[in-house]
C-alpha cells in the first residue's frame, strides 16, 4: 500500500475454490442466500489466482474498472460491493467521508480462463473485496459481503477447508463462510486442474441455477434430503481422512449437480465428451486399483478437478498424458493461503 496525499493505492491476491459439496440455487436472489449449505478447498495461489489492484482518485467520483486488461462496465453486483464496503468503513469509522466518496480506478486479472468454469468470479470478488477492506481499513469478516458480490466468493476469504453456512436468518447476515479445518490437517491431498475448455461457458452460473430452481424437481430432492446428510458426511471424511470415502462423496456430488443441470427445462449441459471421458477414467482407474484413489468434480463447465493424494500424482499424470497427450501438469496443493495485500 502506497499513500500520498489522499491517493491511495492498495492490492490484494486471492485464490480459487472448488466446492467438493456443491452450491446450486439461492433462496434470495438479491442478498445471494444459497438454497444449501456447501464445502470446498482452497487451492494455492501459484496457479489459479485473482488479482486486485485499487486506486482512489480524490478529485473525482468515478470508478472504473478493468479486468484482463479491458475496460468493463461496472456491474450491479460490482457497484454493490463497493457500496457495502464504504458503508462499513463509515459504520466502524474506519475511513473518512472523504476518503469512501474518493472515486476508484480498478484493475483485476486473472491468471487464467475467466468465467470458464474455473472459479474466477469466487477469486475476484473475493479479491475486490480483500482490496476495499484494506484501502477502508474495515475489521472483521467479511464473508458477508462477499458473498453478496459472488456466492461461492465468500469461501475463498479462507483457506484450506471451508463450509458456507445457508444461515437461517432473513437479512442472510448468518449466511457465512468458515474455516473447519487448516490446509495442514491433510498435506498429502493434491488437486489437479484439467483445462478442456478454456471457453466462457453458454449459461453464466447466475442465470443457471436460476432455471434450475425455477423447473427442477431433483433439487429440491437435492437441497433438503440429500445435501444435509453429505456435508456432514464430507466433515467427517476429512476430518478422519478418510480419501476412499471423500472421492466418492465428491463424485456423487459432481454427479448430482450435472443431473440437476440435466433435469432444468431446458436442459443446461456443461460437461463435454471430454469430460465425460475423464470421468470414465478416474472410474476405470479407481476399479484397477481396487479402491477410490483419484476423484474428479466439475462445475459450471467442462474443467475437470481431480483429486488425489501426493503418491497417487506421477500415475494419474501419465494416464492423463497417454490418453490426451499433455505434458505439464501439476498437483496444487489444499493452501491456508488467505486474502493478501501484496506490497
Ligand atoms: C460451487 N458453482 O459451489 C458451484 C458449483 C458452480 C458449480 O458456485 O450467482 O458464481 O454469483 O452466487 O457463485 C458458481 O456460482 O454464482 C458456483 P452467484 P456463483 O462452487
Known sequence: ETS???GRVVTCVAPVNIAVVKYWGKTNEDLIIPLNDSISLTLSTEHLRARTTIKTIPQSNDITFELNGVTEKLTKRLSRAIQLCREEAVRQNTATQEVVSAGLTIISDNNFPTA????????GFACLVCA?????????????IVRQGSGSACRSVFGGF????????EDGNDSIARQLFPASHWPELRVLIVVVSDHKKETSSTKGM??????SDLLKFRTEVVVP????DMERAIEKRDFPSFAELTMRDSNQFHATCLDTYPPIFYLNSTSQEILMLCHDYNQKKGAATVAYSFDAGANAFLFTLNKSVPEICGLLQARFGVTDFKGDPVSDF???EEH
Request: charged share 20%.
Open 116 to 123: 470458464a468454469g474455473l472459479a474466477s468470479s469466487a477469486a
Open 338 to 340: 488467505c486474502l493478501h
Open 210 to 215: 436460476q432455471t434450475t430452481v425455477e423447473t
Open 162 to 169: 471451508v463450509r458456507w453456512a445457508k444461515g437461517h436468518r
Open 4 to 6: 500520498s496525499g489522499l
Open 132 to 144: 476495499l477492506q484494506h484501502l477502508y481499513g474495515i475489521q472483521g469478516d467479511v464473508s458477508a
Open 229 to 232: 446428510k453429505r456435508c456432514e
